[in-house]
């Protein structure tokens, strides 16, 4: 069983667009993340909710909207998407959002604009 | 300027040799992880760590609180080991700051 899963594995779309991507966990985490990473590897969070409250909202442009219905799920909705959006975003999530918390990553969702 | 730096950026080494890959990081953090993502992309967490020493396998991981620096060793390594080692420290307000990660490859 996935513990941490992310539809779609990946997604091209064209400039302008409006996209969503799903992250959902069955670990019975309370927190939940979105992390950037971008066509040099590195990695960086955009947001986290914990039991579905956003706790870090780094400086991520307004088109980028976390949805959290519930505390297994944190949806990204990207409005008109831009090329410099192309990366992988990897979803993750965490017992607590806690110093002793190691979190687990969904296998990612690549995101191509063309 | 990043606050966690890695050192090296990439190492390639000979199976069997010993691996020491660095991390440090500007300011008090209250935790490090160490991250392993595969060629195929998936990341997977090695250790979360706030002080001493951690073992798994023939990883290992330590943290100088006083020196703001954590190491990840891997001994005996392996071709199956080749991958990208990524640090991140966990600053306050919860909030994860990775390094730019360490390529490694291990020839057979």
């Known amino acids: 069983d996935t513990a941490v899963s992310q539809t779609p594995k990946y997604l091209v779309t064209q400039m302008g667009n409006d996209k969503s991507i799903k992250c959902e966990q069955n670990?019975?985490?309370?927190?939940m993340y979105w992390y950037k990473q971008d066509s040099k590897k590195f990695l960086k969070i955009m947001f986290s909710?914990?039991?579905?409250?956003?706790?870090i909202n780094e400086t991520v442009p307004n088109r980028f909207s976390p949805k959290s219905p519930d505390k297994a799920h944190l949806n990204l909705h990207i409005n008109s998407l831009e090329l410099g959006d192309s990366a992988v975003y990897f979803c993750?999530?965490?017992?607590?959002?806690?110093?002793?918390?190691?979190?687990?990553f969904g296998p990612g969702t690549r995101l191509t604009v063309l | 300027k990043n606050e966690v730096e890695q050192s090296p950026q990439n190492l390639t080494a000979q199976e069997g040799e010993f691996i020491t890959i660095n991390c440090s990081y500007s300011?008090?953090?209250?935790?490090l992880h160490w991250l392993q993502q595969h060629p195929g992309g998936g990341i997977v967490s090695l250790f979360m760590?706030?002080?001493g020493k951690k073992k798994h396998g023939r990883l290992i991981a330590t943290i100088n609180i006083q020196e703001k620096h954590s190491s990840l060793h891997i001994t005996a390594s392996h071709p199956r080991d080749s991958a990208v080692y990524i640090c991140?420290?966990?600053?306050?307000?919860?909030?994860?700051?990775f390094g730019e990660g360490t390529q490694l490859t291990v020839n057979p």
């Open positions: 993750a999530s965490s017992q607590n959002s806690g110093v002793g918390d190691t979190q687990y």
């Open positions: 670990l019975g985490h309370d927190t």
């Open positions: 909710y914990n039991n579905k409250e956003l706790i």
């Open positions: 300011v008090g953090i209250s935790a």
């Open positions: 760590l706030s002080s």
């Open positions: 991140a420290a966990l600053f306050s307000g919860s909030r994860l700051t």
